[in-house]
């Protein structure tokens, strides 16, 4: 006999089989309140042999996050063991799996399981995996990340480089980098981290820079005794404490979508920053010729330290290429390099690819996105019933730490659950309703910092369009705090498929 689902007549508990893709922030919130419902047949298929996502991938020298560490938390998981103001890759790793191993979550996910397609039969979906497997589910829910797919540069002679060469997000961290040169290339947030880590560990450390970012101070300061008390011991406390938090970030926030005087506070913060830079001819190299926060900002107190050291050198001439001894700028110089790194970031852009997905009438994702990344809100697609994303195309960024956002994006994705289980449908949302939410989403990303301020950047879409939704957190709390089921096409389930479930 099947077990107990959203299509059987009979069931007493009526309780969706759902699918969940990616056991990464959102992958493994997702769990959490599916098992606080009581909704305990889910499935979370990884790809990888473990959970955690970015902080999973991310293992180069120096990764934390530059998000304040109890801020970076699930609102009802406070931590209260963090010791410093911002958290250690590492250490998120281990809070995010603590989190799911307390909250039940752990035996729901599959790993080795990379989700290659889905199919909509009708009722419901077929999830194929890369191993062959199938995986039925009444709702799917992508929850697969958007930073994940590395990029690496097409620079010609790229493969002949002779030494180690990766990608950050895939350290190989069998290869010492004690007394070596190492070329990095790529002045990111990640690129801007790792310099500071491993400044004083190689002999040399060639900084390939081909567009300087603005850094923004800030320090990484220890969490007084009484202070880790208080958060272990007051709920309350730790509380305000988030809040206080969260305030101070979305008020930063606001610079990148308008406010005035946030932004001109913010920005003189970071040219003070620059101007710690000693030598004018390194701060000149160092100096963007765009505005603060066009690009994603840098937050470091050690970058602008880690590069006047003598050990680094930051090399400004265009790569021309790489060969097997180093790589070889515009000007003809060879820099000889044991061991090459790429912090090129990643293909933001590929969300849910390269997973072949077919919804209702045999409409696939890629004929649904020919133009752009159509979605509700960042968390349903048109012609994809009970199809949900967390933290999608488009998903609002720059004001809050993601996992807020994705907090409130779980929370509304629930609601049309209940709704879909409550009245056995399959929700798909409108296409009308979905142009609009895009276009008006685009038409405030272009005019914030974004899309003003002159530079290049991964926010930007393939028509040069920020694919990031400015609104604030409080903005999203307030579009999603209920579903608007008029944006959806709604439909009962088929009668057969009922029939043939019970
Ligand atoms: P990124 O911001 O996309 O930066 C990629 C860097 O590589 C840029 O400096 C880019 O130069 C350079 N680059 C790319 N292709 C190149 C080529 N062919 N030749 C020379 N240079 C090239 O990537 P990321 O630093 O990995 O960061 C990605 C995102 O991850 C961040 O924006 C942030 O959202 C997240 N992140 C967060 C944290 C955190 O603490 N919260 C830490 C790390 C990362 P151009 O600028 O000229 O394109």
């Given at each position: 006999?099947s077990?107990?689902?959203?299509?059987?007549?009979?069931?007493?508990?009526?309780?969706p089989r759902?699918?969940i893709i990616?056991a990464?922030?959102?992958?493994?919130?997702l769990?959490?309140k599916l098992?606080?419902?009581?909704w305990l047949?889910?499935?979370?298929?990884?790809?990888?042999?473990?959970?955690?996502?970015?902080?999973?991938d991310?293992?180069?020298?120096?990764?934390?996050?530059?998000?304040?560490?109890?801020?970076?938390?699930?609102s009802?998981a406070?931590?209260?063991?963090?010791?410093?103001?911002?958290a250690k890759?590492?250490?998120?790793?281990k809070?995010?799996?603590?989190?799911?191993r307390?909250?039940?979550v752990?035996?729901?996910?599959?790993?080795?399981k990379?989700?290659v397609?889905a199919?909509?039969?009708?009722?419901?979906?077929?999830?194929e995996?890369?191993?062959?497997?199938?995986?039925?589910?009444d709702?799917?829910?992508a929850a697969?990340?958007?930073?994940?797919h590395?990029?690496?540069?097409?620079?010609?002679?790229v493969?002949?480089?002779?030494?180690?060469?990766?990608?950050t997000?895939r350290?190989?961290?069998?290869?010492?980098?004690?007394?070596?040169?190492l070329?990095?290339i790529?002045?990111?947030?990640?690129?801007?981290?790792?310099?500071?880590?491993?400044?004083?560990?190689?002999?040399?450390?060639?900084?390939?820079?081909?567009?300087?970012?603005w850094?923004?101070?800030?320090?990484?300061?220890?969490?007084?005794?009484w202070?880790?008390?208080a958060?272990r011991?007051?709920?309350?406390?730790?509380?305000?404490?988030?809040q206080?938090?969260q305030a101070?970030t979305?008020a930063?926030?606001?610079?990148?979508?308008g406010?005035?005087?946030?932004?001109?506070a913010?920005?003189?913060?970071?040219?003070?920053?620059?101007?710690t830079?000693?030598?004018?001819?390194?701060?000149?190299?160092l100096?963007?010729?765009y505005?603060?926060g066009?690009?994603?900002?840098?937050?470091?107190g050690?970058?602008?330290?880690a590069?006047?050291k003598?050990?680094v050198?930051v090399?400004?001439?265009?790569?021309?290429h790489?060969?097997?001894?180093?790589?070889?700028?515009?000007?003809?110089?060879?820099?000889?390099?044991d061991?090459l790194?790429?912090?090129t970031?990643?293909d933001?852009?590929?969300?849910l690819?390269?997973?072949r997905?077919?919804?209702?009438?045999?409409?696939?994702?890629?004929?649904?996105w020919?133009?752009?990344?159509?979605?509700?809100?960042?968390?349903?697609?048109?012609n994809?019933p009970?199809f949900?994303?967390?933290?999608?195309?488009y998903s609002?960024?720059?004001?809050?730490s993601?996992?807020?956002?994705?907090?409130v994006?779980?929370?509304?994705?629930?609601?049309l659950m209940?709704?879909i289980?409550?009245?056995?449908v399959l929700l798909v949302?409108?296409?009308g309703?979905?142009?609009?939410?895009?276009?008006?989403?685009r038409?405030?990303?272009r005019n914030s910092v974004?899309g003003t301020?002159g530079?290049?950047s991964?926010?930007?879409?393939?028509?040069?369009?920020p694919?990031?939704?400015?609104s604030?957190?409080?903005e999203?709390k307030?579009?999603?705090?209920?579903?608007?089921?008029?944006?959806?096409v709604?439909?009962?389930?088929?009668?057969?498929?009922?029939?043939?479930?019970?």
């Amino acid at each position: 006999m099947s077990e107990p689902h959203l299509n059987t007549a009979n069931a007493r508990r009526t309780e969706p089989r759902v699918v969940i893709i990616g056991a990464g922030i959102s992958g493994i919130l997702l769990g959490v309140k599916l098992r606080e419902r009581g909704w305990l047949n889910f499935t979370i298929l990884e790809k990888a042999g473990t959970l955690g996502g970015t902080w999973r991938d991310n293992r180069y020298p120096g990764v934390a996050c530059d998000v304040p560490a109890h801020l970076y938390v699930y609102s009802f998981a406070p931590n209260p063991a963090w010791r410093s103001r911002y958290a250690k890759g590492p250490d998120i790793w281990k809070y995010y799996h603590g989190v799911a191993r307390r909250h039940g979550v752990l035996p729901h996910i599959q790993y080795g399981k990379e989700v290659v397609g889905a199919e909509f039969d009708g009722a419901g979906w077929r999830v194929e995996t890369s191993d062959g497997s199938i995986h039925e589910a009444d709702i799917v829910i992508a929850a697969s990340g958007r930073l994940h797919h590395p990029v690496m540069p097409d620079i010609p002679g790229v493969d002949s480089f002779a030494g180690p060469k990766f990608h950050t997000s895939r350290w190989d961290a069998s290869v010492k980098l004690a007394g070596k040169r190492l070329g990095l290339i790529g002045t990111g947030s990640t690129a801007t981290q790792a310099v500071a880590a491993l400044a004083d560990q190689v002999a040399q450390l060639k900084l390939f820079q081909r567009t300087p970012q603005w850094v923004f101070p800030v320090q990484d300061t220890p969490v007084p005794w009484w202070k880790r008390v208080a958060y272990r011991l007051s709920p309350a406390y730790a509380r305000k404490y988030y809040q206080t938090l969260q305030a101070q970030t979305e008020a930063r926030g606001r610079a990148a979508t308008g406010d005035r005087d946030a932004r001109a506070a913010r920005d003189q913060q970071c040219v003070d920053a620059l101007a710690t830079v000693r030598d004018p001819a390194l701060r000149a190299k160092l100096t963007p010729n765009y505005e603060v926060g066009c690009k994603r900002l840098v937050m470091s107190g050690t970058f602008y330290q880690a590069v006047q050291k003598p050990s680094v050198d930051v090399v400004t001439d265009g790569i021309d290429h790489i060969e097997p001894k180093g790589v070889v700028t515009k000007d003809g110089r060879l820099h000889e390099l044991d061991v090459l790194v790429f912090a090129t970031g990643f293909d933001a852009h590929a969300y849910l690819r390269p997973m072949r997905l077919v919804g209702e009438g045999g409409v696939t994702l890629d004929e649904v996105w020919r133009d752009l990344p159509l979605t509700y809100r960042s968390i349903a697609i048109p012609n994809m019933p009970n199809f949900f994303l967390i933290n999608g195309p488009y998903s609002p960024g720059g004001s809050a730490s993601v996992v807020g956002i994705v907090e409130v994006q779980v929370d509304y994705v629930l609601k049309l659950m209940e709704h879909i289980v409550r009245d056995k449908v399959l929700l798909v949302p409108r296409e009308g309703a979905s142009l609009a939410w895009l276009e008006d989403a685009r038409e405030r990303a272009r005019n914030s910092v974004w899309g003003t301020g002159g530079c290049q950047s991964w926010y930007l879409d393939k028509t040069g369009t920020p694919s990031i939704d400015p609104s604030t957190l409080s903005e999203l709390k307030a579009q999603l705090a209920q579903p608007r089921l008029e944006d959806f096409v709604e439909r009962p389930l088929p009668v057969d498929v009922e029939t043939k479930a019970a």
